[in-house]
């Protein structure tokens, strides 16, 4: 096509543009930060799949009263420390610390 657009972290060495310029004989844009437009697309495309199912509690749960308890798993050689976080009007607990998300995930 005529319109060439670079972005990306590559995209901010202008050598490599003009380079691309000389070899293709067309001008090339590079947009404005155009080496966060990746992350910004990932981040619109995660929002859009994700609507209405986040687990985000908010920022009042810095108020919540909770208690933190850890153990052991012995049901595997790894013998991983369970830490889990139980916040007051939550059924499950946020758990961390299972290396193979057995109790995570």
């Not at 490599?16 to 070899?23: L, M």
């Not at 080496?35 to 687990?55: C, H, P």
Request: charged share 25%.
């Amino acid at each position: 096509g005529n319109n060439i657009f670079f972005q990306g972290g590559t995209a901010c060495n202008k050598s490599v543009v003009a380079a691309f310029e000389k070899i293709l004989e067309k001008e090339i844009t590079v947009p404005p930060h155009n080496e966060v437009l990746g992350a910004i697309g990932a981040a619109i495309v995660a929002m859009e799949e994700t609507k209405d199912k986040s687990k985000f509690k908010g920022f009042a749960l810095s108020e919540a009263t909770y208690r933190m308890d850890s153990f052991e798993c012995q049901d595997c050689p790894n013998h991983c420390k369970v830490n889990q976080v139980w916040i007051e009007g939550e059924e499950k607990p946020l758990t961390y610390g299972d290396r193979c998300d057995k109790y995570s995930g």
